[in-house]
């Protein structure tokens, strides 16, 4: 069954700061790793989608990273924003697009 | 539509009545999903559909919940007889293709849930 575990659970940063969050997941035979952001009392918005087959993924200032093998991903976020302020969550995708996801990081970027 | 629209926002039920939601996919969509959150952001899946057929169940409570997808009508999820554990916030998801098709299909778009008070 797979388990996907995120650190840190949360992190507080002032503004301009780059950041990582991590993402490890315990089953490697995975299609797809999404990274979601939530704003509170809001859905989940897609931030990256890394196909199994890929390394990374870029958009914007944010840079997703895949290692299979040791089945880990990380969020990059290049120059923080008070506006990044959200839970950010990763998700591995199975069979028939079915997510699982880990608790979450939240992440408060401070003016 | 271009966005997952979900109804009502908003339900509160007492226990061991029937709550239901709905929940209209992304026009084009051909499968469709649903979670329950509860605390601490732990998303569970319940269930998916390949168009009007079940995709994926095996995250459904074998009693009290069912969901459907018919034709030219919105998805939803019933719950009979709701317990106080079923409080939560439930998300409709929907996307182009399945998992093993194209990057850009598998995007999962997410609707802005239904939060499920039982009291």
């Known amino acids: 069954k797979q388990e996907v575990t995120q650190i840190p659970a949360a992190l507080s940063v002032p503004e301009g700061e780059n950041l990582v969050l991590n993402c490890s997941f315990t089953d490697s035979a995975i299609y797809n790793l999404q990274w979601f952001r939530q704003d509170p009392g809001k859905g989940l918005t897609s931030l990256l989608l890394i196909q199994s087959s890929q390394r990374e993924q870029t958009s914007g200032r944010l840079n997703a990273s895949l290692d299979k093998s040791s089945g880990r991903s990380t969020l990059y976020i290049a120059a923080s924003q008070p506006g990044d302020s959200a839970t950010y969550l990763c998700?591995?995708?199975?069979?028939?697009?079915?997510?699982?996801f880990g608790a979450g990081t939240i992440l408060r970027v401070k003016s | 539509g271009e966005e997952v629209a979900q109804t009502p926002k908003h339900l509160v039920r007492g226990e061991g009545q029937k709550a239901k939601l709905y929940c209209a996919p992304i026009?084009?969509?051909?499968?469709v999903f649903w979670y329950q959150q509860v605390l601490k952001n732990e998303f569970k899946f319940l269930i998916s559909?390949?168009?009007?057929?079940?995709?994926?169940e095996t995250g459904m409570p074998k009693e009290r919940f069912s969901a459907k997808c018919l034709p030219n009508s919105p998805c939803s999820l019933e719950i009979q007889a709701t317990k106080l554990e079923d409080s939560a916030v439930y998300f409709c998801?929907?996307?182009?293709?399945?998992?093993?098709?194209?990057?850009?299909?598998?995007?999962?778009?997410f609707g802005e849930g239904s939060w499920l008070t039982v009291v």
């Open positions: 026009k084009g969509h051909s499968y």
């Open positions: 998700a591995s995708t199975g069979r028939g697009n079915k997510l699982v």
């Open positions: 559909f390949q168009n009007e057929n079940v995709f994926d």
């Open positions: 998801a929907s996307s182009h293709l399945g998992s093993a098709q194209g990057a850009t299909g598998n995007t999962i778009y």
